[in-house]
C-alpha cells in the first residue's frame, strides 16, 4: 500500500476555496468576486474565569480571521524567500528509507525550479545552512578543504550549485538562532537598499531536530547527545547558565525573542518538522511560526519536495499579511499575554496577532479562514472591557485598511461555574496525516479519513465547600465545508464509564452549516474541591469529501448546564494543524503516471518513478472550472478523466484529442469514411491540456504519406484542394497531457465532384443541314466522375437540331429555328448548363439577272465566258449558277459549256445573235444580250462594245 500512495502530499499551501458544506447540500464559497479584503471577529472562550486564591486567572481571546474577495489580475509584490536549511549531523540519518538530506536537497531544488520559472525581476532569494551555527563547510569525505562549499549565498543560480553538495556535509548541532537573525539583518538591509518596505518576506525553515547549540555572551553552548552542556567545543559544567537545564531555557527563550522579531518585521515563516513525530519539539515550531503569521507543518521523505513546491507557489500569489492588535495599557500591568503566545508584545503593551493570507488568481483565498487565541493572564478579579481592538493591513492595492471590533468583556470572579479545559488534535489515518489525506477516484476510502481527538479536564472549581453537578453536556463542533462525519462511532480513550452513553450525529443547521453533535447523557458532580470525573478523551472519525487545502479545523463549544449557576458554555482550545487532502487518479500498471486534483481545480500529471510534474492545468486559462476536485475517473478507454467537483458539476481532460471532418462550403459534420465532394476540413474538438502540447496532423491518400505537420488546434485545417479519392487524417499530440503519441485516425472519400462545366463556342451557330463541333471543358480537371449527360432540348413540335450519331460533342443544323445544348452531370453536383443553338437557313433567292450590256462585240473564232458579263441580284444569292443558255443563230454565235460546267459563246463567223441566259435558280429570271460579231480588231475581239455601230439594232 505505501508504493501505491507513496509521495502524495502533504500540505497544501497554494490555495485554498472556502468550501460548500458537505455532499448533501454543497453551499456557495465564501470568498466572492468582490475585491480582497480580511473580515474578523474576537471572543473571549469563556464570558467569565475563576482567579485562584493563590494565582491569576487564565483565559484567553479567540480571534477568527476569514478572508474574502478574488484576486483576478493583480500583480504580486516582490518577494524575498529566504530557505532557512539544518545541515547538522542528524541530516544525514534515514527517514522513511531515505536520507533526510538528500530529500531535502531534492525538495530543495524542485522549489529553486518553480522559482526559476516564476521569479520577477525585483525578486530576492537566500540560503542560509545551519548547524551548531550559520554552515561554512565542506563535503564531508574530503579530508582538506579547498573551498567552502555550503554556506549562505543569494540568487537562484547560485542557491542552486550550492546545494548540490548538500547531502555530503551533514554534521554538528542545531541553533536556530543565528540563522534566523541572519534573515531578519538581511531583510533590514534589503529595505534600506530598496528605499521601500513594500516587499512580502517570507522564510522556508526546515530542521528535523530540537535546538540544541546558542551563541551566548560570545560563547558557543552546545547540548550533547548525553544531554549534557558544553562550552566552547568543551566539557564544561556550563555553571554561569545553571547547566544543561539553563541553556535550555535561554535557546527557548531566544528562539521565541527571535520570532518575536521576524514577526515585528513582517516575515512570513513557515516551519517544517522533518522527522518522526515526537523527534522533533513540533509545538514549539508551531509557536514560532504563529508569531509571524506562518505555521508549521510535519513533513517525512514522501511528502517534502511537493511540501516546497506547494509552499513556494503561495508565495507567488498576491497576498495580504497585517495583524490584530489589542491594547493592554488600560489594564495597567493587570493582564498580560501568557509566555508562549502566538504574538508579540510591542513596548506600548500592545499585543500583535499576525496573519497572512495568499490569493491566487481566479481562485480563493489560502488558507480559508484562521483560527488562533491570544492566551491572558488577569492578577486581579473585576470586569475587563478590552475596548482597542483593530484589524491592520495593507489590501493589494497597497492601501492602508484598519478596521475598529467592537469591546470584548471578560469578568473575573471568585468564584463561578466550573469550566472545561481542553486539547482537539487532528490524527491522520494508517497511510496519510490530516493535512495530507488522498482520496483514491471516486470512492471514500481509508485514505481520505481522519480522526479528531477530544481530551476535556473538568476544573475551575476554587471553591472547595462548593457541591453541585454539571449536566447536559454536549460538544457543538462546526464543520469546515468540505467535512463530513464519516461514521456515527465514538473512540473512547480515557473516561470509559462516563462516556459510555454518549452519541455522535451530525447536525444540520438551519442556515445549512453541518456541524457535528456530541452529546455526554451522564452528569458531572463535584464537592470538595474534585470532580468525580478527572478526564475524558474520546475521537470522531471524519472524512474530506473533495480536494480541500489548509484548511482550519473550527473551534467547538462546549455547553452544559451548572446547578448553582444555570446555563454555561466554552469554547475549546483552537487548533494549529490544517485538513488537507488532493484526489488521486492511478492508472493501470502499464501507465507510469498519475493525476492528482486539488482544491482550485488544478489537475497535476505525475511521473509515478521521479515524482516530477509532468503537465498541469492552468488556473489563469479558463479551461477548466476553478473549483474544488471531488472525484477523478477515467473514461472512454483511457482517452479523457471526467472530473467531478465539489457542486457535482462535471469537466473533462482529454488525454488523447480528437477531431471532426466538415465540408467548407455546408458546413456539413463527415463521420469516419463517409464520401464527399468536399473541400474538406477538419478541427479539434477534444483539447489535451499542458504547457507546450504540440499538436500534428498527417495525411495519406494516392499522392503518397505527408510529414508529421504542426498545426494551431484553434483554427480549422483544411486539406488540400488537390486532394481526392480516400485520404486518412492522422492526428496525435505530443508534451502535456497526452496520454501516449499515437494518432488518431479518421478517414474520407473525396468524391472531388464537378465544379464547373464550360461549352465554347457559346452560343452555337450552325446552318441547315450543316453540322459543328463543340467542346466542353470540366472544373476541376482531376474531378473524379466526368460522366455528362449531354442532349438537346428542341421547340415543341420542331426538330431544330440534333447530335450527330455517334459523337456528342457535334451538331447537326436540321431546322431554321433555336434551341438548347442541356449539359447535366452525373456525379451528384447537380450541375446544369444550357447553351443557346441557332440553326441558320444559308439559302438566298435570286431576284434579277442582267447582263453588264445590252450589245457585245467580238471577233471570229474568239471564245467569251460568260458569267463575267452578268450581274446577280442580290449579289449575296445562294444560287448563282445558270440553268441554260440559248442562241438564236448558232451558226454565228455558238454556246458551249465547259467540262467544268461553265457557260461560254463562241464566234464562230460575221454576223449577229441574241444570246438568252436562264437562272437556275428561278427559269423565270432571265436576261438577253446581242452579240455582234466583226473582223475589227479595237477591242482585240474580247466582246467590247463598239459604239460605231452601236444602237443600229
Same mark, same amino acid.
Given at each position: 500500500?505505501?508504493?501505491?500512495?507513496?509521495?502524495?502530499?502533504?500540505?497544501?499551501?497554494?490555495?485554498?476555496?472556502?468550501?460548500?458544506?458537505?455532499?448533501?447540500?454543497?453551499?456557495?464559497?465564501?470568498?466572492?468576486?468582490?475585491?480582497?479584503?480580511?473580515?474578523?471577529?474576537?471572543?473571549?472562550?469563556?464570558?467569565?474565569?475563576?482567579?485562584?486564591?493563590?494565582?491569576?486567572?487564565?483565559?484567553?481571546?479567540?480571534?477568527?480571521?476569514?478572508?474574502?474577495?478574488?484576486?483576478?489580475?493583480?500583480?504580486?509584490?516582490?518577494?524575498?524567500?529566504?530557505?532557512?536549511?539544518?545541515?547538522?549531523?542528524?541530516?544525514?540519518?534515514?527517514?522513511?528509507?531515505?536520507?533526510? !538530506?538528500?530529500?531535502?536537497?531534492?525538495?530543495?531544488?524542485?522549489? =529553486?525550479?518553480?522559482?526559476?520559472?516564476?521569479?520577477?525581476?525585483?525578486?530576492?532569494?537566500?540560503?542560509?545552512?545551519?548547524?551548531?551555527?550559520? @554552515?561554512?563547510?565542506?563535503?564531508?569525505?574530503?579530508?582538506?578543504?579547498?573551498?567552502?562549499?555550503?554556506?549562505?549565498?543569494?540568487?537562484?543560480?547560485?542557491?542552486?550549485?550550492?546545494?548540490?553538495?548538500?547531502?555530503?556535509?551533514?554534521?554538528?548541532?542545531?541553533?536556530?538562532?543565528?540563522?534566523?537573525?541572519?534573515?531578519?539583518?538581511?531583510?533590514?538591509?534589503?529595505?534600506?537598499?530598496?528605499?521601500?518596505?513594500?516587499?512580502?518576506?517570507?522564510?522556508?525553515?526546515?530542521?528535523?531536530?530540537?535546538?540544541?547549540?546558542?551563541?551566548?555572551?560570545?560563547?558557543?553552548?552546545?547540548?550533547?547527545?548525553? &544531554?549534557?552542556?558544553?562550552?566552547?567545543?568543551?566539557?564544561?559544567?556550563?555553571?554561569? $547558565?545553571?547547566?544543561?537545564?539553563?541553556?535550555?531555557?535561554?535557546?527557548?527563550?531566544?528562539?521565541? &525573542?527571535?520570532?518575536? #522579531?521576524?514577526?515585528?518585521?513582517?516575515?512570513?515563516?513557515?516551519?517544517?518538522?522533518?522527522?518522526?513525530?515526537?523527534?522533533?519539539?513540533?509545538?514549539?515550531?508551531?509557536?514560532?511560526?504563529?508569531?509571524?503569521?506562518?505555521?508549521?507543518?510535519?513533513?517525512?521523505?514522501?511528502?517534502?519536495?511537493?511540501?516546497?513546491? +506547494?509552499? @513556494?507557489?503561495?508565495?507567488?500569489?498576491?497576498?495580504?499579511?497585517?495583524?490584530?492588535?489589542?491594547?493592554?495599557?488600560?489594564?495597567?500591568?493587570?493582564?498580560?499575554?501568557?509566555?508562549?503566545?502566538?504574538?508579540?508584545?510591542?513596548?506600548? +503593551?500592545?499585543?500583535?496577532?499576525?496573519? #497572512?493570507?495568499?490569493?491566487?488568481?481566479?481562485? +480563493?483565498?489560502?488558507?480559508?479562514?484562521?483560527?488562533?487565541?491570544?492566551?491572558?493572564?488577569?492578577?486581579?478579579?473585576?470586569?475587563?472591557?478590552?475596548?482597542?481592538?483593530?484589524?491592520?493591513?495593507?489590501?493589494?492595492?497597497?492601501?492602508?485598511?484598519?478596521?475598529?471590533?467592537?469591546?470584548?468583556?471578560?469578568?473575573?470572579?471568585?468564584?463561578?461555574?466550573?469550566?472545561?479545559?481542553?486539547?482537539?488534535?487532528?490524527?491522520?489515518?494508517?497511510?496519510?496525516?490530516?493535512?495530507?489525506?488522498?482520496?483514491?477516484?471516486?470512492?471514500?476510502?481509508?485514505?481520505?479519513?481522519?480522526?479528531?481527538?477530544?481530551?476535556?479536564?473538568?476544573?475551575?472549581?476554587?471553591?472547595?465547600?462548593?457541591?453541585?453537578?454539571?449536566?447536559?453536556?454536549?460538544?457543538?463542533?462546526?464543520?469546515?465545508?468540505?467535512?463530513?462525519? *464519516?461514521?456515527?462511532?465514538?473512540?473512547?480513550?480515557?473516561?470509559?464509564?462516563?462516556?459510555?452513553?454518549?452519541?455522535?450525529?451530525?447536525?444540520?443547521?438551519?442556515?445549512?452549516?453541518?456541524?457535528? /453533535?456530541?452529546?455526554?447523557?451522564?452528569?458531572?458532580?463535584?464537592?470538595?474541591?474534585?470532580?468525580?470525573?478527572?478526564?475524558?478523551?474520546?475521537? $470522531?472519525?471524519?472524512? *474530506?469529501?473533495?480536494?480541500?487545502?489548509?484548511?482550519?479545523?473550527?473551534?467547538?463549544?462546549?455547553?452544559?448546564?451548572?446547578?448553582?449557576?444555570?446555563? /454555561?458554555?466554552?469554547?475549546?482550545?483552537?487548533?494549529?494543524?490544517?485538513?488537507?487532502?488532493?484526489?488521486?487518479?492511478?492508472?493501470?500498471?502499464?501507465?507510469?503516471?498519475?493525476?492528482?486534483?486539488?482544491?482550485?481545480?488544478?489537475?497535476?500529471?505525475?511521473?509515478?518513478?521521479?515524482?516530477?510534474?509532468?503537465?498541469?492545468?492552468?488556473?489563469?486559462?479558463?479551461?477548466?472550472?476553478?473549483?474544488?476536485?471531488?472525484?477523478?475517473?477515467?473514461?472512454?478507454?483511457?482517452?479523457?478523466?471526467?472530473?467531478?467537483?465539489?457542486? #457535482?458539476?462535471?469537466?473533462?481532460?482529454?488525454?488523447?484529442?480528437?477531431?471532426?471532418?466538415?465540408?467548407?462550403?455546408?458546413?456539413?459534420?463527415?463521420?469516419?469514411?463517409?464520401?464527399?465532394?468536399?473541400?474538406?476540413?477538419?478541427?479539434?474538438?477534444?483539447?489535451?491540456?499542458?504547457?507546450?502540447?504540440?499538436?500534428?496532423?498527417?495525411?495519406?491518400?494516392?499522392?503518397?504519406?505527408?510529414?508529421?505537420?504542426?498545426?494551431?488546434?484553434?483554427?480549422?485545417?483544411?486539406?488540400?484542394?488537390?486532394?481526392?479519392?480516400?485520404?486518412? $487524417?492522422?492526428?496525435?499530440?505530443?508534451?502535456?497531457?497526452?496520454?501516449?503519441?499515437?494518432?488518431?485516425?479518421?478517414?474520407?472519400?473525396?468524391?472531388?465532384?464537378?465544379?464547373?462545366?464550360?461549352?465554347?463556342?457559346?452560343?452555337?451557330?450552325? !446552318?441547315?443541314?450543316?453540322?459543328?463541333?463543340?467542346?466542353?471543358?470540366?472544373?476541376?480537371?482531376?474531378?473524379?466522375?466526368?460522366?455528362?449527360?449531354?442532349?438537346?432540348?428542341?421547340?415543341?413540335?420542331?426538330?431544330?437540331?440534333?447530335?450527330?450519331?455517334?459523337?456528342?460533342?457535334?451538331?447537326?443544323?436540321?431546322?431554321?429555328?433555336?434551341?438548347?445544348?442541356?449539359?447535366?452531370?452525373?456525379?451528384?453536383? +447537380?450541375?446544369?448548363?444550357?447553351?443557346?443553338?441557332?440553326?441558320?437557313?444559308?439559302?438566298?433567292?435570286?431576284?434579277?439577272?442582267?447582263?453588264?450590256?445590252?450589245?457585245?462585240? $467580238?471577233?471570229?473564232?474568239?471564245?467569251?465566258?460568260?458569267?463575267?458579263?452578268?450581274?446577280?441580284?442580290?449579289?449575296?444569292?445562294?444560287?448563282?449558277?445558270?440553268?441554260?443558255?440559248?442562241?438564236?443563230?448558232?451558226?454565228?454565235?455558238?454556246?458551249?459549256?465547259?467540262?467544268?460546267?461553265?457557260?461560254?459563246?463562241? *464566234?464562230?463567223?460575221?454576223?449577229?445573235?441574241?444570246?438568252?441566259?436562264?437562272?437556275?435558280?428561278?427559269? *423565270? =429570271?432571265?436576261?438577253?444580250?446581242?452579240?455582234?460579231?466583226?473582223?475589227?480588231?479595237?477591242?482585240?475581239?474580247?466582246?467590247?462594245?463598239?459604239?460605231?455601230?452601236?444602237?443600229?439594232?
Amino acid at each position: 500500500m505505501r508504493t501505491i500512495f507513496k509521495k502524495i502530499h502533504l500540505l497544501f499551501f497554494v490555495v485554498v476555496i472556502s468550501f460548500c458544506a458537505s455532499n448533501i447540500n454543497p453551499t456557495p464559497t465564501n470568498a466572492s468576486t468582490t475585491s480582497p479584503s480580511v473580515d474578523f471577529s474576537v471572543r473571549p472562550s469563556a464570558n467569565e474565569y475563576i482567579k485562584p486564591t493563590d494565582g491569576n486567572a487564565e483565559g484567553r481571546l479567540d480571534i477568527s480571521l476569514l478572508p474574502k474577495g478574488k484576486a483576478t489580475n493583480e500583480q504580486r509584490k516582490p518577494i524575498d524567500v529566504f530557505f532557512v536549511h539544518d545541515t547538522s549531523g542528524s541530516m544525514k540519518e534515514t527517514l522513511e528509507g531515505e536520507r533526510k !538530506d538528500t530529500s531535502a536537497k531534492n525538495a530543495l531544488n524542485k522549489a =529553486i525550479d518553480f522559482f526559476s520559472q516564476n521569479a520577477q525581476s525585483k525578486d530576492g532569494f537566500y540560503f542560509i545552512p545551519f548547524d551548531s551555527k550559520i @554552515s561554512n563547510k565542506c563535503q564531508s569525505n574530503y579530508w582538506y578543504c579547498t573551498s567552502k562549499t555550503i554556506k549562505e549565498t543569494t540568487g537562484l543560480n547560485n542557491i542552486k550549485n550550492m546545494i548540490s553538495d548538500l547531502d555530503k556535509v551533514s554534521g554538528g548541532g542545531t541553533n536556530y538562532i543565528q540563522p534566523l537573525e541572519s534573515v531578519v539583518s538581511t531583510s533590514i538591509m534589503k529595505n534600506a537598499e530598496t528605499g521601500s518596505g513594500d516587499r512580502k518576506k517570507y522564510v522556508i525553515f526546515l530542521t528535523d531536530g530540537e535546538p540544541t547549540s546558542l551563541i551566548y555572551n560570545s560563547n558557543l553552548y552546545e547540548i550533547s547527545t548525553a &544531554d549534557t552542556c558544553i562550552k566552547n567545543g568543551n566539557s564544561n559544567r556550563c555553571t554561569e $547558565i545553571n547547566g544543561v537545564n539553563g541553556l535550555k531555557k535561554l535557546i527557548k527563550s531566544a528562539v521565541l &525573542d527571535t520570532s518575536d #522579531n521576524i514577526g515585528k518585521n513582517d516575515i512570513t515563516m513557515y516551519s517544517i518538522a522533518f522527522a518522526k513525530e515526537g523527534d522533533v519539539n513540533y509545538q514549539l515550531l508551531d509557536t514560532m511560526s504563529g508569531k509571524t503569521g506562518g505555521f508549521a507543518t510535519q513533513s517525512n521523505s514522501n511528502s517534502l519536495t511537493e511540501l516546497f513546491t +506547494n509552499i @513556494s507557489s503561495q508565495f507567488d500569489s498576491p497576498s495580504i499579511d497585517g495583524d490584530v492588535t489589542i491594547d493592554l495599557k488600560p489594564f495597567k500591568g493587570t493582564v498580560k499575554v501568557k509566555d508562549g503566545a502566538n504574538a508579540y508584545v510591542d513596548e506600548n +503593551n500592545v499585543a500583535h496577532v499576525k496573519f #497572512n493570507f495568499s490569493y491566487p488568481i481566479n481562485a +480563493n483565498p489560502s488558507p480559508n479562514e484562521i483560527n488562533t487565541s491570544l492566551p491572558l493572564e488577569f492578577t486581579k478579579t473585576g470586569v475587563y472591557s478590552f475596548e482597542t481592538i483593530k484589524i491592520n493591513y495593507k489590501d493589494l492595492n497597497g492601501k492602508v485598511v484598519q478596521n475598529i471590533h467592537s469591546p470584548v468583556t471578560i469578568t473575573i470572579k471568585d468564584d463561578t461555574a466550573p469550566t472545561f479545559t481542553s486539547s482537539v488534535d487532528l490524527i491522520g489515518n494508517a497511510l496519510y496525516s490530516p493535512d495530507s489525506l488522498v482520496k483514491i477516484g471516486t470512492s471514500d476510502s481509508e485514505s481520505n479519513q481522519f480522526s479528531a481527538k477530544y481530551t476535556i479536564t473538568p476544573s475551575g472549581l476554587v471553591n472547595s465547600f462548593a457541591n453541585g453537578s454539571l449536566t447536559g453536556l454536549k460538544i457543538i463542533q462546526p464543520l469546515p465545508d468540505g467535512i463530513t462525519l *464519516a461514521n456515527s462511532q465514538l473512540t473512547i480513550t480515557s473516561g470509559q464509564d462516563f462516556m459510555s452513553n454518549a452519541s455522535v450525529k451530525e447536525i444540520i443547521t438551519e442556515d445549512n452549516k453541518h456541524k457535528i /453533535q456530541i452529546d455526554i447523557p451522564k452528569p458531572i458532580s463535584y464537592s470538595k474541591g474534585n470532580f468525580n470525573v478527572k478526564e475524558f478523551s474520546f475521537s $470522531i472519525k471524519l472524512k *474530506a469529501m473533495w480536494a480541500l487545502s489548509y484548511t482550519s479545523y473550527p473551534i467547538a463549544t462546549i455547553q452544559y448546564n451548572d446547578s448553582r449557576f444555570g446555563s /454555561q458554555s466554552v469554547t475549546t482550545s483552537t487548533l494549529s494543524k490544517k485538513i488537507g487532502m488532493k484526489v488521486r487518479l492511478d492508472t493501470d500498471n502499464t501507465d507510469k503516471y498519475y493525476y492528482v486534483g486539488d482544491a482550485v481545480g488544478k489537475i497535476q500529471k505525475i511521473n509515478k518513478n521521479s515524482e516530477e510534474v509532468v503537465a498541469e492545468t492552468d488556473l489563469t486559462a479558463n479551461s477548466l472550472p476553478n473549483k474544488p476536485v471531488m472525484g477523478l475517473e477515467l473514461q472512454n478507454n483511457g482517452k479523457k478523466i471526467e472530473i467531478t467537483y465539489y457542486d #457535482n458539476s462535471k469537466a473533462y481532460l482529454y488525454l488523447k484529442t480528437n477531431f471532426e471532418m466538415k465540408e467548407n462550403g455546408t458546413g456539413k459534420i463527415l463521420i469516419n469514411g463517409s464520401s464527399t465532394a468536399g473541400p474538406v476540413q477538419f478541427y479539434v474538438t477534444d483539447f489535451v491540456l499542458g504547457k507546450d502540447v504540440k499538436y500534428e496532423y498527417q495525411l495519406e491518400s494516392k499522392k503518397g504519406t505527408t510529414d508529421w505537420l504542426v498545426f494551431d488546434p484553434k483554427q480549422p485545417v483544411q486539406i488540400p484542394g488537390n486532394y481526392s479519392g480516400e485520404v486518412k $487524417i492522422n492526428v496525435r499530440t505530443l508534451g502535456g497531457f497526452s496520454s501516449d503519441s499515437n494518432a488518431v485516425t479518421k478517414s474520407v472519400v473525396i468524391t472531388k465532384n464537378i465544379q464547373s462545366i464550360t461549352v465554347t463556342p457559346n452560343p452555337i451557330e450552325v !446552318d441547315v443541314l450543316k453540322s459543328v463541333d463543340f467542346t466542353i471543358k470540366i472544373e476541376p480537371e482531376d474531378a473524379l466522375n466526368k460522366q455528362l449527360q449531354i442532349s438537346i432540348e428542341n421547340p415543341e413540335g420542331l426538330t431544330v437540331a440534333e447530335l450527330v450519331d455517334g459523337d456528342n460533342n457535334r451538331i447537326l443544323g436540321v431546322h431554321e429555328g433555336s434551341a438548347k445544348l442541356v449539359i447535366k452531370s452525373l456525379d451528384g453536383s +447537380n450541375i446544369r448548363v444550357e447553351i443557346p443553338i441557332n440553326v441558320i437557313n444559308p439559302y438566298v433567292a435570286l431576284k434579277e439577272l442582267h447582263f453588264t450590256k445590252a450589245k457585245y462585240t $467580238i471577233t471570229p473564232g474568239s471564245m467569251i465566258s460568260i458569267y463575267p458579263k452578268l450581274i446577280f441580284n442580290p449579289e449575296n444569292a445562294t444560287n448563282k449558277k445558270i440553268k441554260n443558255i440559248f442562241s438564236t443563230d448558232e451558226d454565228i454565235v455558238e454556246v458551249v459549256q465547259g467540262a467544268d460546267g461553265a457557260w461560254y459563246v463562241k *464566234a464562230n463567223k460575221i454576223g449577229y445573235s441574241t444570246i438568252t441566259v436562264i437562272s437556275d435558280d428561278n427559269p *423565270a =429570271i432571265k436576261d438577253t444580250a446581242v452579240f455582234e460579231v466583226h473582223d475589227s480588231t479595237d477591242d482585240n475581239g474580247t466582246g467590247n462594245d463598239n459604239q460605231s455601230i452601236d444602237g443600229k439594232w
